[in-house]
C-alpha cells in the first residue's frame, strides 16, 4: 500500500496540482493586498468615504449588517477583474504554438496527403 501511495504522490499531475495550490496561494494573497491596501481605498475616496463595513437595517431588535456583504462582493469583483487582466496579459506575451506539419502536397496533383504516404490517395502517384 505503501508504494502504491508513493506512486499516486509521485505522478506528474499531482505535483503539478501541488504547485499550482502554492504558487495559486502566494499570488491570490498579492492580489488581495493590491485590492484591500491600493484599490478598495481609492474605492473608498469615490464614495466620499462611506465604510461600507458598517451600513446596517435594524428590523425590529435585530441589525442586519449588509455593508459587510457588499464589500465582500464588491473586493471579489475588483479582485476577479485584476486576476482577468492578469492572465490576458500573459497570455498576449505567450508565444503561439508551432503548428505540427501533417501533411504535405502531391507534387503531381497538389492534393494534401499524409506526411506518411508513400502514394497520392488522388492521383495515385508515387510520392518520394
Same mark, same amino acid.
Given at each position: %500500500? $505503501?508504494?502504491?501511495f508513493k506512486e499516486f504522490a509521485m505522478r506528474g499531475n499531482v505535483l503539478d496540482m501541488a504547485i499550482g495550490v502554492v504558487i495559486g496561494g502566494a499570488f491570490g494573497a498579492i492580489i488581495t493586498a493590491l485590492v484591500e491596501k491600493v #484599490? %478598495?481605498?481609492l474605492v473608498g475616496g469615490l464614495t466620499a468615504g462611506?465604510? $461600507?463595513d458598517? $451600513?446596517?437595517v435594524t428590523i425590529g431588535s435585530v441589525d442586519m449588517v449588509y455593508g459587510t456583504v457588499l464589500s465582500a462582493i464588491i473586493k471579489f469583483i475588483i #479582485? =476577479?477583474?485584476? #486576476?482577468f487582466l492578469i492572465v490576458k496579459a500573459m497570455n498576449k506575451m505567450k508565444k503561439p504554438a508551432e503548428e505540427?506539419?501533417?501533411t504535405k502536397t502531391c507534387p503531381f496533383c497538389k492534393s494534401e496527403v499524409p506526411l506518411e =504516404?508513400?502514394?497520392c490517395a488522388f492521383c495515385t502517384s508515387e510520392l518520394k
Open positions: %500500500m $505503501l508504494k502504491e #484599490i %478598495m481605498p462611506v465604510n $461600507l458598517h $451600513l446596517a #479582485i =476577479a477583474f485584476v #486576476i505540427v506539419v501533417t =504516404a508513400t502514394r
